[in-house]
């Protein structure tokens, strides 16, 4: 199975600043690579998918850069309801997720 | 507007069986898009297994292979997961969510169930 790895973990951040997270797989992913926001309790929400394609009704704040094996997430300027947990998934080969960046309030 | 509606929350004890359902509704696809997402408590999301129409099979990941069913019933719009020899370590919301046949991505996502295992 390809595996992902997402860093950081965690990360403090206040609102407006600018907040990157980054997904690793080990092997080529072409751009096979997408993004989800999840909130407690609730189920995951796509927020980015084929790498760097915004989904219908996300903010323009959020993008998402890279391709093969190495790719970014990034907010631009972090609002009060972004602070959730952050996972990346590919789909090259059937689907794996990251293991979650949570984004907490500094 | 696409809706996935999941079964009720289950408890099991160890060693027996839990199925899972998911009915699909809104939009023209059945169940045979179905992918199956789980969470344990305060961990993150774990891939299980996924119907892939284009196969026309199912697909599961390594950890779970021989112990998880995954299969659709068009008839109903409705896909299922069993999950056999259920564990302590088993306790998780299980999520049905459906893949987008180009991408491969998670565009729509079931409520949740929680399976609780124990004694």
């Known amino acids: 199975d390809i595996q992902m790895t997402q860093s950081p973990s965690s990360l403090s951040a206040s609102v407006g600043d600018r907040v990157t997270i980054t997904c690793r797989a080990s092997?080529?992913?072409?751009?096979?690579l997408h993004w989800y926001q999840q909130k407690p309790g609730k189920a995951p929400n796509l927020l980015i998918y084929a790498a760097s394609t915004l989904q219908t009704g996300v903010p323009s704040r959020f993008s998402g850069s890279g391709s093969g094996t190495d790719f970014t997430l990034t907010i631009s300027s972090l609002q009060p309801e972004d602070f959730a947990t952050y996972y990346c998934q590919q789909s090259y080969t059937a689907g794996t997720f990251g293991g979650g960046t949570k984004v907490e309030i500094k | 507007q696409v809706h996935l509606v999941q079964s009720g929350a289950e408890v099991r004890k160890p060693g027996s069986s839990v199925k899972v359902s998911c009915k699909v509704s809104?939009?023209?696809?059945?169940?045979?898009?179905i992918s199956w997402v789980r969470q344990a408590p305060g961990q993150g999301l774990e891939w299980m297994g996924g119907s892939f129409p284009v196969v026309d099979t199912a697909i599961y990941a390594q950890k779970f292979q021989g112990r998880v069913t995954i299969i659709a019933d068009d008839s109903t719009s409705t896909g299922y997961m069993e999950l056999r020899s259920l564990r302590s370590d088993d306790t998780a919301v299980y999520y049905c969510?459906?893949?987008?046949?180009?991408?491969?991505?998670?565009?729509?996502w079931g409520q949740g169930t929680l399976v609780t295992v124990s004694s």
């Open positions: 969510a459906r893949r987008h046949g180009g991408d491969g991505y998670f565009d729509y």
């Open positions: 092997q080529n992913i072409i751009t096979s």
């Open positions: 809104g939009g023209t696809f059945s169940g045979r898009a």
